[in-house]
């Protein structure tokens, strides 16, 4: 291998602890921070993830409350939680596990959320915010892989991103990101053309398009930083966009999955719940 990896386990341990420590000063002037999160139906892959950011609350000593409610829930009920928690002063981040069930309106429901405690950074304004250069909260996924991409070190100024992917979760606001580290930034999706003429010229690459490992070695410029957001089930194993084993022979910098941005996600959800408390209670 001669790509040098980008172990986002070993950087979300890091952080965790620093987030454990500034969690145990906060409580010391009597603030726990609180992250509520709203899980609608039974969606298997939604119980594991929200399973998942219970136990990484309880390690860094954030108090976390799920809220289980029925798949027929209507759209009144969930705003009606939201509402709740948006008054609840336990409570500093309020995260709405997606997909909701089809009948629910998502744009709707993120809307509900208080600016403030949207430790999503879904909000309209929170991804305003980003779009304008204020301070807001960052989404998760972006926000850990833009972490993962400064440890490397590299002079990001005037550099090449490629961000393969458009949403509005991951795609978008990663671009901002770039944008805002004075990268020059190319956003591609699914209508791009050709789309491989412009992952080769990436100095920074970011697949984030759900394709099982379509970014092969001949698609990366040797020495690129490769940050793989992807999460594909093939054959019961979980596996990234980018085809690992052949893109480490080229790239300078790569991210594994799993154990790569999907582990410093959560741990970004931790800090911005962190953050929220600490705003709350100055
Ligand atoms: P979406 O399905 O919302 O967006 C996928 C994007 O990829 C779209 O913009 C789409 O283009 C584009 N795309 C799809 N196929 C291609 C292609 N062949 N060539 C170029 N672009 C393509 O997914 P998300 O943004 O929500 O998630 C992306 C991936 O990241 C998924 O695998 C998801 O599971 C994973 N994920 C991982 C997280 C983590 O913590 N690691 C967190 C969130 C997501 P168009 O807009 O034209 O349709």
Known sequence: MS???????????ELRQEIAARVAALKAKGVVPGLAVILV???????????????????????SRTIRMPAESTQQQLEDEIRRLNAD???????????????????????????????????????????NGQPGVTPCTPKGAMEMIRRTGADLRGKHAVVVGRSNIVGKPMAMLLLQA???????????????????????????????????????????????????????????????DVVKEVAGWITPVPGGVGRMTITMLLKNTLEAAERAGC
Not at 43 to 62: F, H, L, M, W
Request: aromatic fraction near 4%; charged fraction near 25%.
């Open 41 to 63: 139906g039974e969606d298997p892959a939604s119980q594991i993830y929200v399973r998942n950011k219970g136990i990484a609350c309880e390690q860094t000593g954030v108090y």
């Open 182 to 244: 004075d990268c020059t930034v190319t956003v591609c999706h699914s209508k791009t053309r050709n789309l491989a003429d412009f992952t080769r010229d990436a100095d920074i690459l970011v697949a984030a398009a759900g394709r099982a490992r379509f970014i092969t070695a001949d698609m990366v410029k040797p020495g690129a930083i490769v940050i793989d957001v992807g999460i594909n089930r093939v054959d019961g194993k979980v596996v990234g966009d980018v085809d690992f």
């Open 89 to 131: 002063k336990r409570i500093h981040g309020i995260l709405v596990q997606l997909p909701l069930p089809a009948h629910l309106d998502e744009s709707a429901a993120l809307a509900a959320v208080a600016p403030e405690k949207d430790v999503d950074g879904f909000h309209m304004i929170n991804a305003g915010r980003l779009m």
């Open 3 to 13: 790509a040098q990896l980008l172990d986002g386990k070993a950087m979300s341990d």
